[in-house]
């Protein structure tokens, strides 16, 4: 007898081919493995054959992941070696590995100077490097990669073509004698050097000086320069015209970051995980213009051998910020980067290795003990799942931190973080996203599941594209998403907290408890509607909204006290979105005049909460909950931020758990509010809860609700 493997997953590009081999080799079998659309096919005989799979899972790549096998017992063959194939075209549906950063095995060679690769910016092997971002076409083989037009040496290639090499079929490998080459340019010229290291240096130098420099790395561009530098900062919002929303930053190693922050065990190993994303974490030493008015900083390890270079010339922590019209996606190419930022960046670093599909760095938290996912991008998506599916669905998420979702075959996959749709270049690069995972899939949807609200681009998009479209309201959604990524069924009590999402009776939701199962839901209580003052600019100035919920003896205290209570009155929309309870609170508390930044009213009030105070004032729970009660507090005790803080969130959370003790069934949780560390952690301890983790619990997770939706009902 001869068995077949069909093995699916993240299983090609990552050195999975090669493991086979050596597990095969040494126990005598015959056969072969070779890749395909579909994953791995693999075929052995031999009397050892019953010890392959076992082998085989305890030895995997670093970055394999083994998602299904299918096993078929076949009559024998008489294979008389064991070989890698050639790779076989057919339906496209294993999964496509993320990026990944640089592993510690190139690391020692990119600092040896007996190797040919040593200080080489290029450096990768089978487990680490680009793969999305590289990727045209599947299966994952250099021709169907941006690599293809670099040809490779004779060395490169006898390590590409040897089974037991660590660089068997690292589809971007290199070396100086055959890879992408950096340039340095000052904006549009090209400044020459004698070589790669000296273009490195000398842009070392030049943050040094305080200039501002666009960077190319995996997925995109950075705009990098000192962040200890006040002056260099100051120019970079200003060119930026980002006057407050935090930077993250990138520093040399785990000592240094703890030299300005504080680090738990377990932030410490999100940090340095393979994936190497943003993480939040508190500070500890304050740097000016970097994250002012909050307490924590997104900080970051480099994950590319450039960023490791860099670092050689430089002691102290850079900005590393997406380069981007705000709003618009990360810029990939450099034509771009001139004509769109040309007059924001002094210098560029640039190389000529293409990307192919622009992919943002994730953001990531840990909330005691647990990882929680608030951008899904470089080293987490594309993230795939296992399901039982039968047609081929579309979800088009949301119209802020937008991605997609494909339904095929027996998974579903959520793209990359696209961002918000809020220009044309936005709306552009969500539709190339679309198109990139039909050709990478061959994916043709039969259905297309898009939000409720009219005004959506995603929306708009899909009701122009002549196919059956199903919309599903968007707290339901997120609702569903945790239903999806905790495979859950039956009927559970969701509070979803978010800052916009439309209503079914035509208002801004965003505060609402659902009793919801995958087929349906009920909107049994939600948050008091009140009126948005200044409809979407009242989400930025939320001054006027907030006096005019409030009493008399309070209000007068407020400059605007009477022109609020005059427009209470007018033909504003209403809302009950807890993104805008924060927001009232924070405005009447005298934490904040305006919101500069979405979430600033919440980090501001989770700096100030002290969990040694316990007060709370207990909300009456009916079918509409009202907060005026809290708005009161805030408003009399203006001033206080950390009594304000501490009651208001302790009351949150006492509102969910006496309503959770109404009914009995399980509880989720979900919906950008709850990307607040401090109301999950509270939360969490009180009850037990579902909420997202690998799925981002912001609009990020919508796209995933609507395929889940789609699986589970049509």
Request: aromatic share 10%.
């Given at each position: ?425 936005s709306v552009e690069y969500f539709e190339r996203t679309i198109e990139t995972f039909r050709r990478l899939y061959e994916f043709n949807e039969d259905i297309i599941i898009c939000d409720k609200h009219p005004l959506y681009e995603s929306t708009k998009w899909a009701k122009k594209q002549n196919k059956r479209v199903y919309q599903i309201q968007h707290h339901y959604a997120h609702a569903l998403s945790v239903m999806f990524e905790h495979n859950l069924d039956g009927d559970f009590l969701c509070f979803i907290f978010d800052g916009t999402g439309y209503g079914d009776d035509g208002t801004i939701w965003g505060g609402e408890v659902f009793v919801a199962n995958r087929h349906t839901y009920k909107r049994i209580h939600h948050i008091k509607p009140f009126k948005l003052i200044g409809g979407e600019k009242g989400i930025k100035n939320p001054a006027n909204m907030a006096v005019a919920l409030i009493d008399e003896e309070f209000a007068i205290n407020y400059s605007n006290a009477k022109i609020a209570k005059a427009l209470a009155k007018g033909p504003f929309p209403f809302t009950s979105s807890m993104g805008r309870v924060f927001d009232i609170v924070a405005f009447l508390g005298g934490m904040i005049e305006k919101n500069e930044y979405e979430g600033l009213s919440g980090l501001i009030i989770e700096r100030h909460y002290n969990p040694l105070i316990k007060e709370a ?98």
């Amino acid at each position: 007898m001869r068995y077949k493997f069909l093995i699916n997953g993240i299983v090609q590009g990552v050195g999975f081919r090669p493991t086979v081999y050596k597990i095969a080799t040494s126990l005598n079998l015959k056969g072969f493995v070779l890749n395909s659309g579909d994953g791995v096919v693999i075929e052995i005989e031999g009397e050892k054959k019953d010890k392959f799979l076992d082998e085989l899972q305890k030895n995997l790549p670093p970055l394999a992941k083994i998602e299904e096998i299918k096993k078929e017992v076949l009559p024998l063959k008489g294979f008389t070696t064991f070989e890698i194939a050639i790779s076989k075209n057919s339906k496209k549906t294993t999964s496509i590995s993320p990026d990944k950063s640089i592993c510690q095995d190139c690391i020692n060679e990119m600092f040896d100077k007996n190797n040919r690769r040593y200080l080489y910016p290029f450096i990768n092997c089978t487990n680490c490097g680009p793969r999305y971002t590289i990727i045209e076409n599947i299966p994952y083989d250099r021709r169907n990669t941006s690599m293809k037009k670099f040809e490779m040496c004779d060395k490169c290639y006898q390590e590409y073509t040897n089974p037991l090499d660590r660089r068997y079929h690292a589809e971007p490998i290199s070396c100086y004698e055959c890879g992408p080459k950096l340039s340095v340019k000052d904006k549009f010229e090209e400044i020459k050097f004698n070589s790669e290291i000296e273009k490195i240096k000398f842009i070392a130098s030049k943050i040094k000086e305080g200039k501002i420099i666009a960077i190319k790395g995996l997925g995109g561009f950075h705009l990098v320069c000192d962040a200890t530098n006040e002056k260099a900062l100051k120019e970079l919002r200003e060119r930026k015209k980002r006057p407050s929303k935090p930077f993250a930053m990138m520093f040399k190693d785990l000592k240094t970051i703890k030299e300005y922050c504080k680090i738990t065990e377990n932030e410490e190993k999100l940090i340095t995980s393979y994936e190497k994303p943003i993480v939040l974490v508190k500070k500890k030493k304050e740097l000016f213009l970097i994250a002012d008015k909050i307490d924590r900083y997104g900080v970051f390890l480099p994950y590319t051998p450039l960023h490791l270079l860099l670092f050689e010339f430089i002691d102290f922590p850079i900005v590393a910020t997406s380069a981007n019209i705000s709003d618009e996606p990360i810029i990939k190419d450099s034509k771009e980067l001139v004509e769109k930022l040309g007059n924001m960046v002094d210098y560029v670093l640039d190389n000529n290795r293409d990307i192919v599909n622009a992919c943002d760095d994730s953001v990531v938290q840990d909330v005691e003990g647990e990882r929680i996912v608030m951008r899904c991008a470089r080293g987490y998506a594309p993230l795939s799942f296992r399901t039982k599916n039968f047609l081929n669905i579309l979800g088009v998420g949301a119209n802020q931190k937008n991605t997609i979702s494909l339904a095929l075959k027996d998974k579903v996959i959520l793209s990359p973080h696209i961002g918000d749709l809020k220009t044309l270049g936005s709306v552009e690069y969500f539709e190339r996203t679309i198109e990139t995972f039909r050709r990478l899939y061959e994916f043709n949807e039969d259905i297309i599941i898009c939000d409720k609200h009219p005004l959506y681009e995603s929306t708009k998009w899909a009701k122009k594209q002549n196919k059956r479209v199903y919309q599903i309201q968007h707290h339901y959604a997120h609702a569903l998403s945790v239903m999806f990524e905790h495979n859950l069924d039956g009927d559970f009590l969701c509070f979803i907290f978010d800052g916009t999402g439309y209503g079914d009776d035509g208002t801004i939701w965003g505060g609402e408890v659902f009793v919801a199962n995958r087929h349906t839901y009920k909107r049994i209580h939600h948050i008091k509607p009140f009126k948005l003052i200044g409809g979407e600019k009242g989400i930025k100035n939320p001054a006027n909204m907030a006096v005019a919920l409030i009493d008399e003896e309070f209000a007068i205290n407020y400059s605007n006290a009477k022109i609020a209570k005059a427009l209470a009155k007018g033909p504003f929309p209403f809302t009950s979105s807890m993104g805008r309870v924060f927001d009232i609170v924070a405005f009447l508390g005298g934490m904040i005049e305006k919101n500069e930044y979405e979430g600033l009213s919440g980090l501001i009030i989770e700096r100030h909460y002290n969990p040694l105070i316990k007060e709370a004032i207990e909300l009456e729970v009916k079918k509409e909950i009202d907060f005026k009660p809290l708005f009161n507090f805030a408003a009399k005790h203006k001033g206080d931020f950390e009594k304000i803080s501490s009651v208001f969130l302790n009351s949150v959370v006492l509102m969910i758990k006496n309503i959770s003790k109404m009914y009995d069934m399980p509880v989720i949780v979900g919906g950008g509010v709850f990307q607040n560390k401090t109301l999950l952690a509270m939360v969490k301890k009180e009850i037990s809860v579902y909420f997202n983790k690998e799925i981002p619990l912001n609009d990020g997770g919508v796209s995933i609700g609507q395929v889940a939706w789609g699986i589970w009902n049509l």
